[in-house]
């Protein structure tokens, strides 16, 4: 694990208690590296992670059912509409 969110914040401990207690559903969570550019960002996640997500796991689709938690620097609007 690297010095980041998802080994330092124990992300995935976190998300697995969760689940087991029932305080969510199941999910697929991405989190991608948010070091780049909000333009390079907003690329990324538009034309490589979501279809990237879309075409290989069964989830449903669309705006509606998709959960955006972007680090308070990265505008997370754009993903919404």
């Known amino acids: 694990m690297t010095a980041a969110w998802p080994g330092v914040g124990f992300a ?5 208690n969760h689940l087991a207690e029932g305080k969510m559903k199941p999910m697929v969570v991405v989190m991608p ?15 490589d992670i979501i279809p990237c997500i879309e075409s290989r796991y069964k989830v449903l689709t669309g705006v509606e059912n998709r ?10 609007s ?3 509409k």
Do not use: A, C, P, R
């Not at 995935?12 to 697995?16: A, Y």
């Not at 959960?67 to 997370?76: E, H, L, V």
């Open 12 to 16: 995935g401990d976190i998300l697995d």
């Open 33 to 47: 590296d948010g070091s780049m550019s909000v333009e390079q960002f907003t690329e990324d996640i538009v034309n």
């Open 67 to 76: 959960g955006m938690n972007i680090n308070y620097s990265k505008n997370s």
């Open 78 to 80: 754009k993903f919404s």
